[in-house]
């Protein structure tokens, strides 16, 4: 595993990253069905309100970027440690991502096994998050860093032309 350590965003880095998650969240829910890219920016900017009433300085949020020894900025990580759904001793991992160019490195799992090492650091024993379906990287990220299908949401395309199933 690469050397990386983790620092908190500073606020710039932070509006910037909030931003860019929001339109990267409206475009992935979009190609998802669910709704277009419009409604799903507003109602993931309503939410974020939200979740983060006070910005990068809401209590329980975590973000954090992790930086190679050379100073380079890898990517960035966002937990909660408080679950979103009010599960006990169980923190939330919002989001995690590495840039573009450092992907396939093995900075995905450094980050994440530092940001599981600041939740332990903080007292809670568990970390929970969800990923869409069709991530096969991410997927397999988590799978092999222990983590296990505890929940699953399905949808099936009821429109005129969609797939059928055989049955």
Same mark, same amino acid.
């Given at each position: 595993?690469?050397?990386l ?11 910037a ?9 409206a ?7 669910s ?7 507003? %109602?993931? %900017?309503d939410?974020?309100?939200?979740l983060?009433?006070?910005?990068q ?10 930086? %190679?020894g050379?100073?380079? &900025? &890898? ?21 995690i ?8 490195a093995?900075y995905?799992?450094?980050?994440l ?16 998050? $969800?990923?869409?379906?069709? $991530? ?6 988590y ?6 299908v ?10 005129s032309g ?5 049955g």
């Amino acid at each position: 595993m690469p050397d990386l350590t983790v620092r908190e965003m500073t606020a710039d880095e932070f509006d910037a990253w909030h931003e860019a998650v929001m339109r990267a969240f409206a475009t992935a829910q979009a190609e998802a069905g669910s709704g277009t890219f419009e409604e799903n920016l507003q %109602r993931t %900017r309503d939410g974020q309100a939200a979740l983060l009433p006070r910005g990068q300085e809401t209590p329980g949020m975590i973000f954090l970027r992790g930086v %190679r020894g050379d100073g380079a &900025v &890898v990517g960035t990580i966002w937990i909660s440690l408080e679950h979103p759904r009010g599960f006990r001793d169980c923190a939330f991992l919002y989001e995690i991502a590495i840039d573009e160019e450092f992907q396939g490195a093995g900075y995905g799992r450094a980050l994440l096994t530092a940001g599981e090492q600041v939740v332990r650091e903080r007292g809670v024993p568990a970390l929970e998050l $969800n990923v869409f379906g069709d $991530n096969a990287r991410a997927i397999g990220l988590y799978t092999t860093a222990g983590y296990r299908v505890v929940t699953q949401q399905m949808r099936k395309d009821l429109r005129s032309g969609s797939a059928d199933h055989e049955g």
